[in-house]
């Protein structure tokens, strides 16, 4: 899967999930903030990754995860790594 396939698919899910506007969402936007995430939300966030792109989420992974981009880098080494599997 390619950076633009993996940003794709998490915007589609971040849309329909979570009922955010797409047009909030870009790269430098604050994550937390954007979509208005509590820790019940962050449950629910990992559900949606793992049935969407495949890959098991540790809590402590979000630790660095601020921004979409950051976001989006973390999916595509996520899912990188389970290819290389």
Do not use: W
Not at 25 to 36: G, H, M, S, V, W
């Amino acid at each position: 899967m390619t950076k633009e396939e993996i940003i794709f698919k998490v915007n589609e899910f971040l849309v329909k999930e979570f009922e955010v506007d797409p047009e909030v969402i870009k790269p430098e936007a604050n994550l937390r903030e954007t979509l208005d995430l509590d820790s019940l939300d962050y449950v629910d966030l990992v559900v949606v990754i793992e049935s969407n792109l495949g890959f098991k989420v540790v809590g402590e992974d979000f630790i660095n995860i601020h921004t979409f981009q950051n976001f989006y880098d973390y999916c595509e080494t996520k899912v990188g790594q389970k290819a290389v599997a």
